[in-house]
């Protein structure tokens, strides 16, 4: 592998993109680094820490801990994956970009991208209104003697605009650098965050061997520790192999005869990714599921409240037995969701019609359908199941060991993962085409 890289190193074009995506990568580090004004950051880190259960803790998650601070890229790339879904729904509702996006060819493309860049602003600056909101209703302002309202303007401005630049700098990774530029900066906010984690851990640790204990005082046995590393090491084995499997479905194409040549004849297959819905399932459940705990937090409660508010808190405790069940419910729901979403088998069986394939065994049109059909649902209960188990997993190990807010979850470690193989792959692909071996082999 080393020597892999110094040849790709040694390949001009390859060295300026890796140098590419290695400088945007720095910039959106610094970016993460600068605070909006007229925000006290430190009461609102303290404030934040507090809701790690909410959906606020997934944000700060996906920005690499930039939202717990208030800087320019709080917002991170959320308003671009949510803009994003939002389309990506809507072209299927909608006949009209439906046709856009199918038939426009290269020109419906960029009108298609265009209305996502337009709803990303959109919504950050929902986003960043509700964000100014949460920070002004619980005194977390610095105004210094400055206007309220000028403030309120600068701050939601502020946001925006960070959460523009971060849409724009990801185009430029994408064409310029190596891999999807949106991935890549999401990889690299949450990678930000091992550092944070290792050293949580040591002093988790450190705290038990020297017996500090106390209600604030986080404390870690060292089988533990080793616990936690090797369950990681594990997901990521799992993660991969799951993230390259995928069922095969054999497809033969006839035979004919046009003038004195004949076509077809030949066999190939469908691909059928077992994880074809990606880490979205889990993101929605995850936000869904967190909501009360959402709800309690901006209503003061937690759980040694006494009445109703505590005791929504201790039934929907982000590490108890009914948030687990309704987590891995919602996870399955939205599994299916997508799944029918990303891939017709009607569509697939009149294609196939249409090319005069067919699956040995099937007749074509309704037949195939409903055996694709059939296999899509098995391969997406698995599929679901999976992503059940990973982001089930550091429940079950903050149970087991007590550790907390280690910022990297099941989540977090899918993207991490699966951002690494999609960029391997493209240095794969950069490497087969100047005869070099690339990191797959």
Not at 161 to 169: C, Q
Not at 355 to 373: S, V
């Amino acid at each position: 592998m080393i020597q892999t890289i110094k040849n790709a190193w040694k390949i001009p074009e390859l060295r300026k993109k890796i140098m590419f995506t290695v400088f945007a990568l720095l910039i959106f580090r610094l970016g993460s680094a600068v605070p909006v004004p007229f925000v006290n950051t430190t009461l609102l880190g303290n404030y934040l820490n507090n809701m790690s259960g909410t959906i606020f803790g997934l944000m700060n998650a996906m920005s690499g801990g930039a939202f717990a601070t208030a800087t320019v890229f709080a917002l991170g790339v959320q308003p671009y994956i949510n803009s994003s879904i939002i389309i990506q729904l809507l072209t299927v509702a909608i006949p009209a970009l439906e046709r856009l996006q199918k038939e426009g060819g290269e020109e419906g493309r960029k009108k298609i991208a265009a209305i996502t860049r337009y709803t990303t602003v959109a919504i950050a600056l929902l986003q960043g209104f509700g964000y100014y909101t949460l920070i002004k209703a619980n005194g977390l302002l610095n105004l210094g003697g400055m206007n309220g309202v000028w403030a309120g303007i600068v701050i939601v401005v502020s946001f925006t605009a960070g959460s523009a630049f971060i849409m724009w700098l990801g185009e430029q990774i994408t064409e310029f650098g190596i891999g999807n530029g949106i991935s890549i900066i999401l990889f690299a906010g949450i990678v930000s965050r091992v550092p944070s984690m290792v050293q949580t851990l040591w002093l988790g640790v450190t705290n038990n061997i020297s017996g500090i204990t106390g209600d604030n005082v986080f404390s870690l046995p060292w089988w533990g520790a080793v616990l936690i590393v090797v369950g990681m090491l594990a997901i990521v084995v799992f993660i991969v192999f799951i993230s390259n499997a995928e069922r095969r479905l054999p497809v033969q194409y006839a035979k004919r005869v046009v003038g004195r040549k004949m076509y077809g004849g030949q066999s190939s297959h469908i691909p059928m990714k077992v994880n074809m819905s990606g880490v979205m399932p889990i993101i929605f459940a995850q936000s869904i599921a967190s909501l009360p705990a959402t709800i309690g937090a901006f209503a003061g409660w937690d759980t040694t409240t006494e009445g109703f508010g505590g005791g929504l808190m201790r039934v929907f405790d982000t590490a108890g037995l009914l948030y687990s069940v309704i987590y891995f419910l919602l996870i399955l729901g939205f599994s299916y969701f997508y799944s029918t979403m990303q891939f017709n088998p009607i569509e697939v069986a009149n294609n196939l019609k249409k090319n005069g394939g067919f699956i040995p065994g099937f007749r074509p049109g309704k037949p195939t359908a409903d055996f694709i059909h059939k296999v899509l649902n098995k391969i997406t209960l698995f599929g679901a199941l999976y992503l059940s188990v990973i982001a089930i997993a550091p429940i079950i190990t903050q149970n087991l060991t007590g550790a907390r807010n280690l910022a990297i979850g099941g989540t977090s470690i899918i993207i991490v993962v699966s951002v690494a193989l999609e960029t391997m792959k493209a240095l794969e692909a950069q490497m087969l085409m100047r005869h070099y071996k690339g990191f797959l082999e």
